[in-house]
């Protein structure tokens, strides 16, 4: 039995957050052999769970005496090894569960992440199996995220993490889109109606001042040049 089934959808709330939270800081990506992570700041943890600054630190002071983080005041929070595969095992039951809802169920690829946000601390150790097996053991989500294997490790091939975000793009470059983030349903749907999506090839065509927009064409998208914004384009990683 997994350790996750003896925690509480709020502590796989937490331990999922600051893992991703340290590899966006980290500016690292996710792969098979995870580099030194940074510690999390409390105010950063709070902000992406949403809740009171208060809340976060009772809740970080709770999983250090759980043995799942190192908390220290001021300095912020670090996954320990058991909480980290915690964190991998609940990412990759909600990764698993989003390439089902999309690829088996047809569900828009803007609806599976909030679906999966529910689902991934109820589903069982035998379904998570069978589905994997079902979808032929992907090793990325609809988004492009890696989804940790059977061992709660990231897989070491088809995985490297992307090298830039599209905003890092000069004028004249090409790059292939490897993954898009899933935290906004309104920007996955404004970026898939561009076409925009893992495997897409794009072309920036120019740049606005300062803070954007970008200009870019999309292979396959519909054939205008697109604009983005800054905060759009660097949702988005490419290779």
């Known amino acids: 039995m997994r350790m996750r089934q003896s925690t509480s959808p709020a502590i796989q709330d937490y331990l999922k957050a600051i893992y991703k939270l340290s590899l966006e800081d980290g500016d690292a990506g996710e792969s098979a052999v995870p580099p030194s992570r940074p510690s999390v700041s409390t105010t950063a943890v709070a902000a992406r769970l949403r809740v009171s600054g208060a809340s976060a630190t009772n809740m970080l002071k709770r999983l250090d005496s759980m043995g799942l983080v190192t908390y220290t005041r001021y300095r912020g929070v670090e996954l320990t090894e058991a909480g980290s595969k915690i964190a991998l095992e609940v990412l990759r039951h909600h990764r698993l569960l989003e390439t089902y809802l ?3 169920l047809g569900v828009p690829w803007e609806r599976v992440h909030e679906e999966a946000e529910v689902l991934e ?3 069982s150790e035998d379904l998570e199996e069978r589905i994997a097996v079902l979808l032929g053991d992907p090793t990325t989500d609809p988004h492009g995220h890696p989804i940790p294997t ?3 490790e990231m897989p070491e091939s088809g995985v490297a993490p992307p090298a830039r975000r599209m905003w890092e ?14 935290e906004t349903t309104e920007a996955l749907r404004y970026l898939g109606d561009l076409g925009i999506r893992p495997g897409t090839r794009i072309e920036i065509v120019g ?8 200009f870019l064409k ?4 519909p054939g205008d040049v697109q604009a983005l914004s800054k905060e759009l384009a660097e949702s988005v990683w490419v290779g």
């Open 150 to 152: 059977r061992e709660l």
């Open 169 to 182: 793009l000069a004028e004249g470059e090409s790059a292939s889109v490897e993954r898009v983030s899933d």
């Open 102 to 104: 999309a690829e088996a």
């Open 207 to 214: 740049r606005g001042p300062v803070s954007g927009p970008l």
């Open 121 to 123: 601390h109820v589903l």
């Open 218 to 221: 999309v292979s396959g998208g």
